[in-house]
């Protein structure tokens, strides 16, 4: 017979393990935002409808 509990203690700290990865990624994602300052912005000119292809 399968040990199930065993099974899924396994499948559990696999799943555990993987959250941590993505959180880990995730808060290095954002230091890396927020350590690049404010982002460069260009206001671009209106489009009129002339003007439109």
């Known amino acids: 017979m399968p040990d199930y509990k065993k099974m899924y ?3 559990v700290d696999a799943v555990e393990k993987a959250m941590t990865v993505m ?3 995730e808060q290095k994602c954002e230091d890396i935002y927020v ?3 404010e982002p460069l912005l ?3 000119p209106k489009e009129t409808k002339t003007e439109k292809t």
Do not use: D, H
């Open 42 to 44: 260009i206001k671009l």
């Open 23 to 25: 959180i880990e990624a």
């Open 35 to 37: 350590s690049t300052g």
């Open 9 to 11: 203690l396994t499948m």
